[in-house]
Nanobody, 121 residues
Framework: VQLQASGGGLVQAGGSLRLSCTVS????????MGWFRQAPGKDREFVAT????????YYADSVKGRFTVSRDKGNETGYLQMNSLKPEDMAVYYC???????????????WGQGTLVTVSS
């Protein structure tokens, strides 16, 4: 199984982007797709996660109300809709798979390659 993130790019502050994470292989209802980000010189940071089967979600406080995580089970694709982007949102964004809810990167065992989001002020 592989995950591939895409959709990053350059956007002005206040703008929006939608990231996609395509899964090659099967995703089970119990799986979670998490989104993380890593800015230069900083640790990888939890952004959001979604339970594949129920669609239940959990967000970091820093993105709550601005970002929305979703999934299309039929297309084996997850999404991270990012609105009202701020310069501090600029980072490489990763999608990853876990078996249980966690905000800890080490609990996610399959990672996509990352997609760069640049926010200009």
């Amino acid at each position: 199984v592989q995950l591939q993130a895409s959709g990053g790019g350059l956007v002005q502050a206040g703008g929006s982007l939608r990231l996609s994470c395509t899964v090659s292989g099967r995703t089970y209802s119990s799986h979670l797709m998490g989104w993380f980000r890593q800015a230069p010189g900083k640790d990888r940071e939890f952004v959001a996660t979604i339970r594949w089967g129920t669609g239940a979600t959990y967000y970091a406080d820093s993105v709550k109300g601005r970002f929305t995580v979703s999934r299309d089970k039929g297309n084996e694709t997850g999404y991270l809709q990012m609105n009202s982007l701020k310069p501090e949102d600029m980072a490489v964004y990763y999608c990853a798979r876990a078996n249980s809810y966690s905000i800890t990167p080490s609990e996610y065992y399959i990672w996509g390659q990352g997609t760069l989001v640049t926010v200009s002020s």
